[in-house]
């Protein structure tokens, strides 16, 4: 698809062209939007899945790209997007920015979407999904574009966000510190202070690494346990949420 992108520019652009010596007061009038989100690939998408289980912070801040087909002008304009969901609720799950503008002299703007991270996503994955319309300002001429094996929509931009695991990441061995679960993972980062991103590369979080966390966490373990026993204030993660069972750390 990469090698192909090249000569499809230049083949939207030929067209355009043609367009322009044809109808160049039609082309011209054109003034509309829509949503322009790439992957890394360059592909155009029109989702997203988001986790928080590497993110040290409560927030994620995702910028869906709006972009203008047309000229830009000297004065701002407004947008007319509608987010909904059938599950996540705006202020507690979400926040919106406070106006959907392009602003003056702009091709693009960012609609910038805050996802708060709740104790609900560790159980159950939330999803909003934001609509463009037209209005006074901006039409729709883009609806869909065509890429290889699959047609995207440009003007529905859906965003699913969680707070948990599909696999371990990709530094974590069990060998060294147990069987992964997203609690033993919490906790280290917790415990030591590590931060939740590095896991997911090796060159970072080393089996030497992995050896000295292996060995502050038994120890911690060990502790909780005997307060436990003691009857002092303990740290409840330290225990399996099912079992009840201090977390294993070993090999």
């Not at 919490?186 to 090796?202: G, R």
Request: hydrophobic residues 40%; negative net charge.
């Amino acid at each position: 698809m990469n090698r192909l992108l090249p000569y499809i520019l230049i083949s939207f652009l030929a067209v355009l062209t043609s367009c322009r010596e044809r109808n160049p007061e039609l082309f011209q009038d054109i003034t509309g939007v829509y949503f322009n989100n790439r992957t890394g690939s360059m592909a155009v998408s029109d989702s997203l899945d988001v986790t928080f289980v590497y993110e040290a912070g409560d927030v994620i801040e995702v910028p869906v790209r709006v972009q203008l087909l047309g000229r830009a002008l000297d004065r701002d304009r407004s947008l007319a997007i509608e987010v909904t969901s059938d599950n996540a609720e705006e202020w507690t799950d979400y926040v919106l920015p406070e106006r959907a503008v392009l602003p003056a002299g702009a091709s693009f703007t960012d609609y910038v979407v805050k996802l708060n991270r709740t104790e609900a996503l560790k159980k159950d994955k939330k999803t909003i999904c934001l609509q463009i319309f037209s209005n006074e300002h901006f039409s729709l001429p883009v609806t869909e574009i065509v890429q290889v094996g699959d047609t995207v929509s440009t003007l529905i931009y859906t965003i699913s966000f969680s707070d948990m695991f599909t696999k371990a990441p990709a530094a974590w061995e069990d060998n060294l510190v147990g069987e992964f679960s997203q609690q033993k993972f919490e906790l280290i980062c917790k415990v030591l202070d590590i931060d939740p991103a590095d896991f997911n590369d090796p060159e970072v979080i080393t089996l030497a690494k992995l050896l000295y966390i292996s060995a502050e966490m038994t120890a911690y373990i060990q502790e909780e346990v005997r307060k436990k026993a003691d009857r002092e204030p303990y740290d409840v993660e330290a225990f399996d949420k099912i079992t009840g069972e201090p977390l294993n750390f070993g090999r």
